[in-house]
């Protein structure tokens, strides 16, 4: 059985999707996320790390719906984004980060800005601020993903830390 303090630390997940704070996560979220994180450092919306980073925002949207939206809506509620963390997606993380994957790898090129496949931590920590995180939880989440203590952040380290962060409690 499911305890409700679990159900309330998923929900509270939902807020970092529900971008534009409406209730609910649609593709304009996902849209906004990108614009943020593209705002966040200097990258052109036609550029191709914008063109990226917007198409990994919509295979991440398609992906969240295609298990989430349980009425077909195009709209994630936050009854059916909880249903789909606890039931869907706590035993299988690994499918969340398939899904997140592309946007994952799209937001660390962005901020890769000296081209070496990684972002420092400081950087990792500016997209979570920009996708509406605390700053002070942004610099202790960019510190933790950063394993090896070198300073980068990966998506070997990232995706698989972003499923675990949405599947399983704090």
């Not at 800005?113 to 997209?127: E, K, N």
Request: with cysteine; hydrophobic share 45%; aromatic share 10%.
């Amino acid at each position: 059985m499911v305890s409700s303090e679990y159900e309330r630390e998923i929900a509270a997940r939902f807020a970092t999707f529900d971008q534009d704070g409406n209730g609910w996560i649609d593709r304009a979220d996902f849209s906004v996320a990108a614009k943020a994180l593209l705002a966040e450092f200097g990258v052109a919306a036609r550029s191709d790390k914008g063109q990226t980073l917007y198409a990994g925002a919509e295979a991440f949207w398609q992906g969240m719906a295609g298990m989430a939206d349980r009425d077909g809506d195009q709209r994630i509620t936050r009854e059916e984004f909880v249903t789909c963390a606890v039931k869907r997606l706590r035993d299988n993380p690994e499918r969340f980060a398939e899904i997140a994957r592309p946007f994952l790898h799209a937001a660390l090129a962005v901020a890769d800005t000296d081209g070496d496949g990684f972002a420092t931590v400081a950087d990792t920590a500016r997209v979570l601020r920009a996708l509406g995180v605390a700053r002070e939880r942004a610099e202790v989440a960019a510190a933790t993903l950063d394993a090896d203590g070198d300073g980068k952040v990966g998506e070997a380290e990232s995706v698989p830390a972003f499923a675990r962060w949405f599947t399983v409690p704090q």
